[in-house]
């Protein structure tokens, strides 16, 4: 079983930043993939970016360029750097782990920017 726990969420105008964490119960080194997903009032929830053990790392269209995902496997936290908000990026933000073939989720952390 592996825990999630995300934090960094809040509000924000247009073009600022956010750094979100998500701090993982069990060595993310052994976790196949970290990603994050976000989920719109409405809306599907869809991949924001995702990064492999190997260090590969993909974004969504909507946020290339203006996401950064990354980990610090010390501390078993994966990261996503957002930048240049915009109020479509308004959305609960959720990290997952996969380790081999089980899914984990976090609890959500919103996300919020005001125009």
């Known amino acids: 079983q592996v825990q999630l726990v995300e934090s960094g969420g809040g509000s924000v105008q247009a073009g600022g930043s956010l750094n979100l964490s998500c701090a993982a119960s069990?060595?993310?080194?052994?976790?196949?993939?970290m990603a994050w997903y976000r989920q719109a009032p409405g809306k599907q929830r869809e991949l924001v970016a995702s990064?492999?053990?190997?260090?590969?790392?993909t974004y969504a269209d909507s946020v290339k360029g203006r996401a950064t995902i990354s980990t610090n496997n010390s501390k078993n936290t994966v990261y996503l750097q957002m930048n240049s908000l915009k109020p479509e990026d308004t959305a609960v933000y959720y990290c997952?782990?996969?380790?081999?073939?089980?899914?984990?989720w976090g609890q959500g952390t919103q996300v919020t920017v005001s125009s």
């Open positions: 997952h782990a996969r380790r081999v073939m089980t899914m984990y």
């Open positions: 069990a060595s993310i080194s052994a976790i196949n993939t």
């Open positions: 990064i492999t053990s190997r260090g590969t790392s």
